[in-house]
């Protein structure tokens, strides 16, 4: 993997730069990651050769836009394993894929008193849809909690999913605690009551290998910017009968089989849920972007990742006055690490180390509600992708020891 590794960080040129006189160290791959130049030069080689409309003429650059565009769905659903093509649609990401789900199965489905259940780990984007779903609908949600670890708690799950619950919706990795949750189990027990499971697979497909089929997901929601392709692509994956079922999510050219001027009926799936001209190159990025992690394989990347974790979260853990949040140890821990450090605001922390070159974020990580049960304001968070090293992992230890020694604290 050494190797093979120093030929991965040549290809994203981004990395090779100083930031505040000190070498770039990017650790904020749970917000964006970086882009390699095969992604760069196949959005280039998009745009200066094939770019037209979609689906709109048949002139030549207009079809093989067409046919790169469905490419790349059917690139998706190799690469998560979906039966059939049709069930991948392109949204604008994760956010945007589970709102398309509230708002159109959600709608179409929730009554006065139904429970949806969700986490108290869910990022926002995966908690405000279902929401405010709940308080049009007055149906109720629920949320599941954790275990004392940080560890989505499984028998609170079984209690909390009734058979009043429609809809189960549940981050598969978690962008603050690390962990991994499992949504094979939780799919079998929403389908044991008769719910349909949705899963936030934002920080999960970059990572690791999913397979939609084996995890018997009814929908699964992720974005391409937090795995190499660009930003303003995402995925909403979907089982084809319960798409075929539901309402369109926007009205528009493209999605429409025929308007009259008081009717209009839909076309077929997927397109039914693309309204408008589409992120075409975007979809190009991505595909591209799947090549990319396919061809070093999505089982290397995960096991890649955990040997950078096994690295560095004992010495963080050494460091006095240091928390981390989730399970301490390297086996249930992914390479999102958030933490503070006793003594200092985590914005402090991550201002520090940006002085250091080390990119970090802090905040809330737009997951409030988890802040509130663990009684926090905010935490740093220090995320690690294939382009990070055992380098990378010294150089935020050592930043993190220069700003406590700055800050005495
Ligand atoms: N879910 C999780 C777990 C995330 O980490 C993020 C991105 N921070 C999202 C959803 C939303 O993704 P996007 O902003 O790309 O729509």
């Not at 992720?222 to 319960?242: R, T």
């Not at 528009?252 to 077929?268: A, C, H, L, N, P």
């Not at 050592?398 to 020694?405: F, G, P, S, V």
Request: negative net charge; contains cysteine.
């Amino acid at each position: 993997m050494d190797k093979q590794l120093q030929q991965i960080r040549k290809d994203f040129p981004i990395l090779n730069q100083k930031v505040n006189d000190e070498p770039l160290v990017y650790l904020d791959n749970a917000a964006t990651s970086q882009k390699p130049n095969q992604v760069i030069d196949e959005i280039v080689r998009y745009y200066q050769n094939d770019n037209a409309n979609t689906r709109r003429g048949v002139h030549t650059l207009g079809e093989r836009a067409t046919e790169e565009f469905e490419a790349a769905r059917q690139k998706v659903q190799q690469f998560i394993n979906a039966k059939e093509s049709r069930e991948i649609i392109f949204t604008k990401g994760a956010t945007d894929s589970l709102n398309l789900v509230a708002s159109t199965y959600g709608e179409d489905n929730i009554e006065a008193g139904d429970e949806i259940v969700i986490s108290v780990m869910e990022h926002h984007s995966n908690l405000i849809p279902w929401q405010q779903l709940a308080n049009r609908k007055k149906a109720v949600l629920k949320y599941i909690g954790l275990t004392a670890d940080g560890q989505l708690d499984m028998a609170d799950a079984r209690k909390q999913i009734t058979d009043k619950t429609k809809i189960v919706s549940i981050v598969h990795a978690s962008n603050v605690l690390g962990v991994t949750n499992d949504i094979k189990q939780l799919a079998k027990i929403a389908h044991a009551h008769n719910a349909i499971m949705v899963a936030d697979g934002a920080q999960a497909v970059p990572h690791m290998s999913v397979d939609v089929q084996d995890l018997d997901v009814d929908f699964y929601a992720f974005s391409g910017h937090k795995m190499l392709a660009p930003m303003g692509i995402g995925v909403l994956y979907g089982k084809a009968d319960l798409l075929k079922a539901m309402s369109p999510y926007q009205y528009g050219g493209e999605m429409i089989d025929f308007v009259e001027k008081y009717q209009s009926t839909w076309t077929d799936i997927p397109w039914k849920f693309e309204a408008g001209t589409q992120n075409v190159s975007g979809a190009v990025g991505l595909s591209k972007a799947i090549d990319y992690l396919s061809g070093i394989g999505m089982e290397n990347v995960e096991n890649y990742e955990k040997e950078l974790v096994s690295y560095v979260l004992p010495k963080l853990l050494e460091i006095d006055g240091l928390t981390v949040y989730g399970p301490q140890d390297a086996d249930h821990h992914s390479g999102v690490i958030s933490f503070n450090l006793k003594g200092l605001h985590p914005h402090d922390v991550a201002t520090a180390l940006d002085m250091d070159g080390v990119a970090i974020r802090a905040g809330h990580h737009c997951a409030q509600p988890l802040m509130k049960y663990l009684d926090l304001v905010a935490t740093a968070r220090a995320s690690f992708y294939i382009y990070n090293n055992k380098q990378d992992a010294d150089e935020l230890i050592q930043a993190i020891c220069d700003t406590k020694e700055f800050f005495k604290v």
